[in-house]
């Protein structure tokens, strides 16, 4: 099985940043995707960031505010960089993914237990 860890969460003013980071760890054979949801209460869980190979998906709302990335040396850690952060981006933050497992090529979707984000001034 693969584990997620989400890390980075916290209390910020309007207009802040955070980084969330998201480590995999397991028997992982190979990653083909890593990414954020977010879920508000009283709303459902919604994609923020997603990243597959070398490609990027974002949510409208957080184009040109944030950025997913995997670390260089690590290709097991993801990064979301929260810049220029909005009361409406509170929300419980999960860290998701597909992977397929070692030595079956089982695929495995596990999600992380989540971090809160709280914008407020």
């Known amino acids: 099985q693969v584990q997620l860890v989400e890390s980075g969460g916290g209390l910020v003013q309007p207009g802040g940043s955070l980084r969330l980071s998201c480590a995999a760890s397991?028997?992982?054979?190979?990653?083909?995707?890593m990414g954020w949801y977010r879920q508000a209460p009283g709303n459902q869980r919604e994609l923020v960031a997603a990243?597959?190979?070398?490609?990027?998906?974002y949510a409208d709302s957080v184009k040109g505010r944030f950025t997913i990335s995997r670390d260089d040396a690590k290709n097991t850690v993801v990064y979301l960089q929260m810049n220029s952060l909005k009361p409406e981006d509170t929300a419980l933050y999960f860290c998701?993914?597909?992977?397929?497992?070692?030595?079956?090529?089982?695929?495995?979707?596990?999600w992380g237990p989540g971090t809160q984000v709280t914008i407020s001034s």
């Open positions: 990243i597959t190979g070398g490609t990027t998906d």
């Open positions: 998701y993914g597909q992977f397929k497992i070692w030595p079956t090529g089982i695929v495995s979707t596990p």
């Open positions: 397991g028997n992982i054979l190979r990653i083909d995707t």
